[in-house]
């Protein structure tokens, strides 16, 4: 398994992202959402990998949600820089963080951006656009196509 590392650009968020997949056979998305669209962000996930994302100073990590509400959009509020997001199928998304640190159904995207070997990501991202979808929809493609995520503080 391949770790990838990164975080913000202050290093309050740090980020760990393990897969078997190599930069190539990942799929690189670029959402058209204008959250994502305005950060320049390029996502990718895997199913069968595993993110841990680490927060030193919690109060500097910003929890950002727009459209149906189904995910948190983590940011570092003194570098501002957009890290990943991050999901649960009951909603009670990253509120409650120590389910998040124990709970299976954590799914999470990276940001290429965020990433230290971001330049070997280096494929066309592929554009989607998620806007038709309703909550279910959303809650099911993210359940199957996103990253098994845990998070620690401290």
Same mark, same amino acid.
């Not at 991050?86 to 999470?108: S, T, Y």
């Not at 995207?109 to 309703?134: G, H, K, M, S, Y």
């Given at each position: 398994?391949?770790?990838?590392?990164?975080?913000?650009?202050?290093? +309050? #968020?740090?980020?760990?992202?393990?897969?078997?997949?190599?930069?190539? *056979?990942?799929?690189?998305? %670029?959402?058209?959402?204008?959250?994502?669209?305005?950060?320049?962000?390029? %996502?990718?996930?895997?199913?069968?990998?595993?993110?841990?994302?680490?927060?030193?100073?919690?109060?500097?990590?910003?929890?950002? *949600?727009?459209?149906? =509400?189904?995910?948190?959009?983590? !940011?570092? &509020?003194?570098?501002? /820089?957009? /890290?990943?997001? $991050?999901?649960?199928?009951?909603?009670? $998304?990253?509120?409650?963080?120590?389910? !998040?640190? &124990?709970?299976?159904?954590?799914?999470? #995207?990276?940001? !290429?951006?965020?990433?230290?070997? =971001?330049? =070997?990501? +280096?494929?066309?991202? /592929?554009?989607?656009?998620?806007?038709?979808?309703?909550? %279910?929809? =959303?809650?099911?493609?993210?359940?199957?196509?996103?990253?098994?995520?845990?998070?620690?503080?401290?």
């Amino acid at each position: 398994m391949t770790v990838h590392t990164g975080g913000c650009h202050c290093g +309050n #968020i740090r980020l760990e992202f393990s897969t078997e997949l190599e930069p190539p *056979q990942t799929e690189v998305r %670029a959402c058209q959402c204008s959250f994502c669209v305005r950060h320049g962000s390029r %996502a990718v996930a895997d199913p069968n990998g595993r993110l841990v994302i680490s927060v030193k100073d919690e109060t500097q990590l910003r929890r950002y *949600q727009f459209g149906l =509400r189904t995910a948190d959009y983590l !940011i570092c &509020r003194r570098c501002g /820089v957009y /890290v990943a997001a $991050i999901a649960r199928d009951d909603d009670a $998304i990253a509120r409650d963080d120590d389910a !998040i640190a &124990r709970d299976d159904d954590a799914r999470a #995207i990276v940001i !290429i951006n965020a990433l230290d070997d =971001r330049e =070997r990501f +280096n494929q066309e991202p /592929v554009r989607v656009d998620f806007d038709t979808e309703n909550r %279910a929809q =959303r809650q099911a493609r993210r359940r199957t196509h996103w990253t098994p995520v845990e998070m620690s503080f401290g």
